[in-house]
């Protein structure tokens, strides 16, 4: 991958809780010079201490700024580090339709890391937190192509996966895999605490299964109003279509009816061992080079059609030709999904070359 040059490796980020500091150490293990800001001071004064940071201050010539504010804050906190820095903005939120919408400058472009913890804070920030996790970036259809691919290699380099989603189709989704889910396990967790008090061994004897499901309903509760209020109407959609299938399933045990309870289970095992897994082998991996052409959004175009048809980028980086400005995008897939990948590509305009590994 083209890494960013040695003398420009200099990083702002705004917020330091979990997944700020997180992001601050897993910039500074590879070798950047760290910049921190937050809200509450002390908050600095820790990072400095943790050695989450290099400093303490805002630094307006560094190359990127990530932006780990709250939600609902997002649109003001970005407007200003756009305003007193030079480089590249980017966020950390997971609700992407408001900030995206709101701010239209060639220099920013939306993200949402799909990463965190049960800790709290800059005590739980981990430098690995984001190695192999999905890392979505929202790009406008008027983002340069040299805005998302730097970003995309500065996200790619903490060993994230990048996936392009437009804002709007990445809120749906995360409130099917992410901000439902999270209720849900509330709501479970609730109903068991509340059966508990009548039955004091109920919780003992909670299995792996119930404590896999309700894990996440231990994350921490002050950031969920604004992701809900941020992100409302696809989570009441989603939560209408969990209550339908709820009701659904309620009939079939109802009704005894072992043939369609089956199916149901069955449909869901089956698309529970479809759920995609990382590729890490070479010999599993195909090179597909692919010459950017010259129109908006072309980068990012790659990406998006990777995310439709579930193929899986493992890497990539764009190389440029000395000859002129042009760029050649060089990624790694999954080699059993490349021809389909291919396809996709060519029936978009675009001119792949494909090549295995192994």
């Known amino acids: 991958m083209n890494g960013v040059p040695p ?3 200099r990083a702002n980020v ?3 809780g979990l997944i700020g500091g997180s992001i601050a150490l897993a910039l500074r293990k590879r070798g950047w010079v760290v910049s921190g800001s937050d809200a509450r001071p ?16 805002l630094d307006e010539g560094a190359t990127i700024t990530f932006v780990a504010a709250p939600v609902a804050a997002l649109p003001a906190v970005v407007a200003d580090a756009l305003a007193r820095t030079r480089g590249l903005v980017t966020d950390v939120g997971s609700v992407k339709s408001p900030v995206a919408t709101a701010i239209d400058d060639p220099r920013f472009i939306a993200g949402h890391p799909m990463a965190g913890s049960e800790l709290i804070g800059l005590d739980g920030a981990d430098a690995d937190m984001f190695s192999g996790a999905v890392w979505v970036l929202s790009p406008r259809p008027d983002t340069p192509d040299e805005t998302f691919t730097a970003v995309a290699s500065i996200v790619s380099e903490l060993g994230a996966d990048v996936v392009a989603v437009p804002a709007a189709a990445h809120d749906a989704l995360v409130a099917v895999v992410s901000h439902v889910p999270h209720l849900t ?3 479970l967790m609730t109903l068991a605490d509340a059966r508990a008090e009548d039955h004091a061994a109920l919780l003992r004897l909670a299995a792996g ?18 992701i809900c209020a941020e992100n409302r109407v696809a989570i009441v959609d989603t939560l209408d279509q969990l209550i339908d299938g709820l009701f659904r399933m309620r009939g079939l045990v109802e009704t005894g009816d072992r043939a369609g309870l089956t199916a149901a289970l069955e449909r869901a095992r089956q698309a529970r061992s479809n759920l995609p897994a990382r590729s890490v082998r070479p010999e599993e991996l195909a ?4 010459p950017i052409p010259d129109r908006p959004g072309a980068a990012a175009e790659l990406f998006t059609l990777a995310a439709e048809l579930g193929v899986n980028i493992d890497s990539f980086e764009v190389v440029h030709s000395a000859e002129g400005t042009s760029g050649v995008a060089v990624l790694l897939v999954d080699e059993t999904r ?4 291919r396809g996709g590509l060519l029936a978009r305009r675009f001119k792949p070359a494909v090549r295995r590994l192994a």
């Open 7 to 9: 003398d420009q490796r």
């Open 14 to 16: 705004i917020g330091l």
């Open 42 to 57: 002390e908050h600095v004064e820790r990072a400095v201490e943790l050695g989450i940071i290099d400093h303490g201050a």
């Open 185 to 187: 396990a509330a709501t």
């Open 209 to 226: 299964g119930f404590r896999d499901m309700t894990r996440i309903a231990s994350g921490h509760p002050a950031i969920w109003p604004d």
């Open 287 to 290: 090179e597909v080079r692919v």
């Open 338 to 341: 490349s021809e389909l990948f």
